[in-house]
Every structure is written in C-alpha cells, then in structure tokens.
C-alpha cells in the first residue's frame, strides 16, 4: 500500500474510475479540465489516500483498490 493522490470520477454516487496523479496540483488542474467537457451528472474529486496499487505491463502503477479511513 502507498499513499497516492487520486483523481476520482463519480457517476450517480459511485466511483467509476480513478487515475493516480504526480501530485495535488496536477490532480486539480485534471478535474478542471474534465469539469468542463463532462456533463453535470458527472462529478469528479481529488483526493490524497492510502491505496493497493498494481503494476501494468509497461511499469506504470494503477490503483487497484482504495482504501478509504
């Protein structure tokens, strides 16, 4: 487990998908940028968390489950 910065998508109150970000800063500027293309049912936040995390094929992270306090 390591603590990440995440960048969340929720649909109807539900996590639809979350994106590991470098640091708060980026992470904010992402949800911007979605905040504006997406529609309004689409809400998205940036959160500093404790995470078990994968390793993909090509050596990048990704977040396999959050682990919520």
């Given at each position: 487990?390591?603590?990440?910065?995440?960048?969340?998508?929720?649909?109807?109150?539900?996590?639809?998908?979350h994106?590991?970000?470098?640091n708060?800063?980026?992470?904010?500027?992402?949800?911007?940028?979605?905040?504006?293309?997406?529609?309004?049912?689409?809400?998205?936040?940036?959160?500093?968390?404790?995470?078990?995390?994968?390793?993909?094929?090509?050596?990048?992270?990704?977040?396999?489950?959050?682990?919520?306090?």
């Amino acid at each position: 487990m390591e603590t990440v910065v995440a960048l969340l998508m929720f649909i109807n109150f539900e996590i639809k998908e979350h994106r590991i970000q470098p640091n708060m800063a980026t992470c904010l500027r992402g949800k911007r940028e979605a905040e504006r293309t997406f529609s309004d049912t689409v809400q998205y936040k940036c959160i500093k968390t404790q995470a078990e995390l994968e390793i993909n094929n090509d050596g990048s992270k990704s977040i396999k489950k959050i682990i919520l306090k």
